[in-house]
């Protein structure tokens, strides 16, 4: 049997370690909270914080090719996109994460700060949706619902869109949904 006291050692390092890094995103997000005061926009917010994760990028990740995408197009054809940073692949999960709750709160209109706790805000943030879910009508939901599909169904081909309303039990000749199919 190779199971030993040392197991239960790396055990104790492992929960150490634990509490650390528990410790750390807590006060990653306590700073990242503070940012958000005045802010009423997450895209604002987020335009703000970007400098500093552009900056980080280009001081821990500059020699990295595989840390940018390649780009598309020609430089200076409107089909052209520049190469960009991978930044959820390459900042750390402590800080996506955080910065992700803090967008939430901005987002649903809550103040948060240094002394919120990330867990207790995103327990706020699911309590706001939640209320939120169930306030609306069912016209509501509809619209919700057909917003989203008439983002990605322009993308689709005519014979798939057919097929997804006769999945849907829609005959597309008399339905209102029939998208121009």
């Known amino acids: 049997m190779s199971l030993n006291v040392d197991t239960i050692y790396t055990a104790a390092v492992a929960d150490e370690q634990h509490t650390l890094a528990d410790a750390a995103t807590n006060g990653v997000f306590g700073e990242l909270a503070e940012s958000t005061k005045g802010f009423t926009d997450r895209e604002a917010w987020e335009k703000e914080v970007r400098a500093f994760e552009t900056e980080y990028m ?6 990295n090719p595989d840390a940018m995408t390649k780009g598309r197009g020609k430089a200076g ?20 994460s955080s910065k992700s709750v803090c967008g ?6 809550l103040t948060i700060d240094k002394d919120s706790g990330k867990t207790a805000t995103e327990e706020k ?29 322009k993308d ?10 006769k999945d849907a039990g829609i005959n597309p000749a008399e339905s209102i949904f029939y998208w121009g199919v």
């Open 77 to 96: 054809s409107k089909s052209y996109t520049p190469p960009r940073w991978k930044y959820a692949k390459f900042l750390p999960k402590a800080w996506s």
């Open 58 to 63: 280009q001081a821990t990740q500059g020699s």
């Open 125 to 153: 943030i699911k309590e706001i949706k939640n209320d939120l879910k169930s306030e609306k009508t069912p016209r509501e939901k509809f619209k919700i619902a057909m917003d989203t599909a008439a983002k990605v169904i």
């Open 104 to 109: 939430s709160a901005i987002e649903n209109g």
């Open 156 to 165: 689709l081909p005519d014979q798939e869109k057919l097929n997804i309303l």
